[in-house]
Nanobody, 121 residues
Framework: QLVESGGGLVQAGGSLRLSCTVS????????MGWFRQAPGEEREFVAA????????RYSDSVKGRFTISRINAKNTVYLQMNSLEPEDTAVYYC????????????????WGQGTQVTVSS
């Protein structure tokens, strides 16, 4: 089970930190990713981190503004979002993947329920 938290309403230029806590499995054995989906849009890759945290990827749209991290001892992955823009408004999902570390949402096996992030201009 994946449970996200930390979403909310923030003004442009502000920051939020999303958390995703995983239960029911071995957290250190899965790669983790963050995705987002705006109304009427397809689910979009945001960031991904390998099991150990050794490798990280970001979408071009968030690179330099967002930071993904994980603490395996806490079964939690984070997404620190700075310099938020109205275009970042979406439902943000965390996801877990057991084998192939990927930026495609199609590769991920387990998903959270999502948390809404709204950035006002």
């Amino acid at each position: 089970q994946l449970v996200e938290s930390g979403g909310g309403l923030v003004q442009a230029g502000g920051s939020l930190r999303l958390s995703c806590t995983v239960s029911g499995g071995t957290f250190s054995s899965v790669h983790m990713g963050w995705f987002r989906q705006a109304p009427g849009e397809e689910r979009e890759f945001v960031a991904a981190i390998t099991r150990t945290g050794y490798m990280i990827r970001y979408s071009d749209s968030v690179k330099g503004r967002f930071t993904i991290s994980r603490i395996n001892a806490k079964n939690t992955v984070y997404l620190q979002m700075n310099s938020l823009e109205p275009e970042d408004t979406a439902v943000y999902y965390c996801a877990a993947e057991r084998t192939n570390w990927s930026t495609s949402h199609l590769e991920y096996d387990y998903w959270g329920q999502g948390t809404q992030v709204t950035v006002s201009s």
